[in-house]
């Protein structure tokens, strides 16, 4: 059955976007499979529904960011607090880590929005490097064809090469 996750509504034969099965929507079918109470449902954004789900991911996604910078200031203040007292702990280090993956989980668990196969703006669907337009790659390489090649005395045009040193002669 196709389920949208924002109205709880059955989206078939309407347009819909599929939700991507990341780790976490994977855990939880992995929990309800394992308690016998899964419904096994395929998870879509109704058409309606994609500009709520976009604020949601979006806002889910800031509060990843300042959750993790929070989790990480409170790591280094463990682990300076330990060494200002003139040594370290690697107990409070495991705590101080401990800590920090309770607060990242705090994020995740209380404000996850799973992130849909084309949701434009967020940082999941941001471009990497190998995803860029073909235009800017060949732009790329007539700027490398049009940037003159570095040359030294040892290896301009017309000149010897320099000889080899072997490591004895290095001194």
């Known amino acids: 059955m196709k389920i949208c996750i924002v109205c709880q509504k059955d989206v078939e034969g309407k347009p ?8 976490i929507i994977k855990g939880i079918r992995t929990v309800k499979q394992f308690l016998h109470i899964a419904a096994n449902n395929e998870l879509y954004v109704c ?4 500009p709520a789900q976009q ?3 979006r806002g889910f996604e ?3 960011i300042f959750f993790g910078v929070l989790a990480a200031v409170a790591v280094v203040l463990f682990v300076a607090t330990s060494l200002m007292f003139g040594r370290f702990d690697i107990m409070a280090f495991i705590y101080a880590l401990v800590i920090g993956f309770f607060i990242i989980m705090f994020a995740v668990v209380f404000r996850y929005a799973p992130a849909t196969e084309k949701t434009p703006g967020t940082i999941s669907e941001r471009p990497k490097p190998a995803q860029l337009p073909a235009e800017l790659k060949e732009l790329e390489k007539a700027e ?3 940037r003159p090649k570095s040359t030294t005395p040892a290896t301009a045009p017309g000149t010897k090469k320099a000889p080899k040193v ?3 002669q290095k001194r």
Do not use: W
């Open 16 to 23: 819909a976007v599929p939700v991507k099965e990341d780790m």
């Open 47 to 50: 058409e309606d529904d994609i």
């Open 55 to 57: 604020q949601r991911r």
């Open 62 to 64: 800031r509060d990843l």
């Open 144 to 146: 490398e064809i049009a």
């Open 166 to 168: 072997s490591g004895r």
